[in-house]
């Protein structure tokens, strides 16, 4: 029996304090390569270029994390599921895995591929859903619920039919 609810991302946010690290550390380099306290046009490419950064920031890392995790939290804020050997548990409302037709998941091409690195922006890694059409009605389960919760799906199940559904950004609508 496994147990999964909502709970915090570590790898995630290290990922995110790691880049705003970098980013902060770049703005320090910028500074002292830059004449600023000498040359008033040094101080205005170094305040416009440290904006540009925290803005790109901001727009590539940032953003897309709190609006994919306020979406997932609409979905599965108080969900708790439990995977047993013949069914699964989503909030104390028991499925059979004969009632299930298909599991559809939804993520980006680099978290199907294991795309890695400076490439891959932070949400590509850590954010998909799960789509559980049963006969009678569907559920969502998010990454929110744990980052492994696909693989341990998968690998329990293994006579469900699994189909992969790539989208750039995984917003469950």
Known sequence: MEKYSVKPNKKLNRDLLLYGFFMFTFIIIIYFSLNVQEDPEDLKAFVLLSALIVICYCLFFLMPVFILQENYLKYNKKTEVVLLEDHI????????????KEVNIYATYQYFNGGVGAATLTYNEYFYYLEIVTNKSKYILTSLLGIELEKKIKNAYPELTFSKKVKWFPLVK
């Open 89 to 100: 548990i989503i909030n104390k409302e028991v499925i059979k895995i004969e009632s299930i």
